[in-house]
């Protein structure tokens, strides 16, 4: 059983900085793609940042240029650095894995960009 566990997520002021981090923890196997999910109120869940195992990115247009995934294997970590930060992109953000032909999702961690 593989469980995510985000960190990271806190308030900024608008252009400023945050880094997510999520620790999957359950195999020392090195997992498959992962991801970063965002959530703000009453919206569906989006698509982030996405990153596989031989870390090929994929990114939302909205957040292309700002956010940078980054994954560790060995560690199975995984990052999102958030720069240029907007009021758009208060959200909950979670962390997505597949494993063994299975997706397993983070408890969420709460961004909120504010001046």
């Known amino acids: 059983q593989v469980q995510p566990v985000e960190s990271g997520g806190g308030l900024a002021q608008p252009g400023g900085s945050l880094r997510l981090s999520c620790a999957a923890s359950?195999?020392?196997?090195?997992?498959?793609?992962m991801g970063w999910y965002r959530q703000a109120q009453g919206t569906q869940r989006e698509l982030v940042a996405s990153?596989?195992?031989?870390?090929?990115?994929n990114y939302a247009d909205s957040v292309k240029g700002r956010f940078t995934i980054s994954r560790d294997n060995a560690r199975n970590m995984l990052y999102l650095q958030m720069n240029n930060l907007k009021p758009e992109d208060t959200a909950v953000y979670y962390c997505?894995?597949?494993?063994?032909?299975?997706?397993?999702w983070g408890q969420g961690t709460q961004v909120t960009v504010s001046s």
């Open positions: 990153i596989t195992r031989a870390e090929s990115t």
């Open positions: 359950g195999t020392p196997f090195t997992l498959n793609t």
């Open positions: 997505n894995v597949q494993f063994m032909g299975r997706i397993y």
